[in-house]
């Protein structure tokens, strides 16, 4: 395995195991920095959308136009971007929306939600250890693409990949608080908790392994092409689905638009140091 390949799989590693950070954020802190959670989702959406939009979109279509010419590979790049866009769709879709990772709540909502369920279930807190599996679960399935897309984009050239990671990581901490809070309200067990967030984001250096052995023996230009347009597509439905809503949410409306310009303006400045 060469070098080019660790590097890509450490990103996606990090990016995915960020969930913990959000695991201690929730078992720590009795309250929510909102104005600094809502910049920085916002801030990650700006990466992400600048970055498929402007970067990885493009990749893919001079990729295609080379192997299939000009016509043929932008409806290619096209095709793909939707067929990502559909993929998460469908993800989401098929994830029952009280366990949707999408569904982001505050330390504070978080906490309400859990101590009422804990004076629902005196006798038993089960139901609300459920809750947190089921939640780990989902956050499972729904990170499975994105390690995919963090492990190509940093194959194919490193400095998206770190970009990538970035984005990634910031929006799976409040995952990492979804997961964590409802578990350690059934357990009363913070290592439990911490535990099983940390475990969510595993499924993100999985989709990384299995993607790529799925892909390796058809990598090309080609290959290379449709995968990219599926990673914009994949990217921009997280940002305008998730990422974007939530950072209003947590947030005054100029707060997380400030953060996507200013995700835009950083990850501009990046790529053209590097032309």
């Known amino acids: 395995m060469d070098n080019t390949v660790l590097f890509a799989f ?7 195991l960020s969930t ?8 720590m802190t009795r309250t929510t920095n909102r104005g600094f959670l809502s910049f920085s989702l916002g801030f990650s959406g700006g990466v992400m959308i600048y970055v498929s ?16 010419g000009p016509v043929s590979g932008a409806w290619g790049a096209a095709g793909a971007f939707f067929a990502g866009v559909a993929i998460m769709g469908l993800i989401d879709r098929l994830i029952p929306e009280n366990d949707n990772p999408h569904e982001i709540h505050s330390v504070e909502e978080m906490e309400g939600g859990a101590n009422a369920a804990v004076r629902a279930h005196k006798h038993s807190f089960k139901p609300l250890g ?6 780990a679960l989902a956050i499972a399935i729904h990170n499975f693409p994105e390690g995919l897309a963090t492990f190509m984009a940093a194959l194919q050239d490193p400095k998206l990949g770190i970009a990538i990671a970035v984005a ?3 929006h799976n901490i409040p995952e990492g608080i979804s997961v964590s809070v409802p578990i350690y309200f059934a357990t009363r067990s913070r290592k439990k908790a911490f535990w099983w967030s940390f475990a969510s984001g595993l499924s ?3 989709g990384a392994i299995v993607g790529y052995t799925l892909l ?26 998730e990422l974007l809503p939530a950072a209003r949410e947590y947030g005054r409306h100029h707060t997380s638009i400030l953060g996507v310009f200013c995700g835009m303006a950083v990850m501009a400045v990046s790529l053209l140091l590097f032309i």
Do not use: C, H, Q
């Not at 459920?130 to 939640?135: A, E, L, S």
């Not at 995968?227 to 994949?234: I, K, Q, R, S």
């Open 10 to 16: 450490g990103l996606t590693l990090l990016a995915g």
């Open 20 to 27: 913990g950070v959000g695991s201690l954020i929730g078992l």
């Open 53 to 68: 939009m402007i970067e990885i979109f493009a990749k893919s279509k001079t990729s295609l136009s080379e192997a299939w």
């Open 130 to 135: 459920r809750t947190g599996v089921f939640v």
């Open 168 to 170: 990634i990581a910031i």
């Open 204 to 206: 993100e250096p999985v």
């Open 216 to 241: 390796r023996p058809f990598m090309n230009g080609t290959m290379f092409g449709l995968v990219f347009a599926v990673v914009a597509g994949f990217m921009v439905y997280i940002s305008l689905d």
